[in-house]
């Protein structure tokens, strides 16, 4: 049975006016040593990870986005960002589909987090495409019933099939 026929006959079932809750004395694993042996540094925060990193002089960048892909910054003030302690920088920088972030760059995430935060960013999305989700649907639904890998420019055109394989 697939997961949906299974939840549908569940539906069907009547709730009980009373449920048993298992017995603690049956318990196997609440109330019990395990056996991972980093669980108790990853429970109470001794667990270094990734972020925690530090080395002599490194710096922590933050990006703030556009709210849509493609869009460019209309106009940015950065001086509530560059006034808090710790940042080094706020750069333009390019990022994919021609778009346009803000990079703050701090001593540590916290710092760089907060000044990404006051940031105030207009964005112009004139020239991103604005998509129309009855177009796309209709088009993913054409686009599904046709056999085989396929290349597509900008307008989601086709431009080839790929051939089949051997």
């Known amino acids: 049975m697939s997961y949906g026929e299974l939840a549908e006959a569940a539906m069907a079932m009547p709730v ?98 907060l000044a990404r935060d006051a940031l105030k960013v207009e964005w112009n999305s004139t020239t991103v495409e604005k998509v129309d989700s009855e177009k796309q649907l209709a088009q993913y639904r054409k686009l599904v019933r046709q056999p085989g890998p396929r290349q597509f420019d900008a307008d989601m055109t086709p431009l080839a099939t790929a051939p089949e394989g051997p």
Request: aromatic share 6%.
């Open 16 to 113: 009980p006016e009373q449920i048993t809750l298992k017995d603690p004395k049956d318990f196997r694993i609440i109330g019990h040593a395990t056996t991972r042996i980093d669980a108790k540094a990853k429970s109470s925060g001794l667990q270094d990870f990734g972020i925690d990193m530090h080395l002599p002089g490194q710096l922590t960048a933050v990006v703030a986005r556009p709210p849509v892909f493609g869009a460019k910054i209309a106009s940015l003030d950065d001086s509530a960002a560059r006034a808090i302690k710790g940042v080094k920088a706020v750069l333009r920088v390019p990022l994919d589909g021609g778009a346009e972030g803000v990079a703050v760059v701090a001593d540590g995430y916290w710092q760089a987090k």
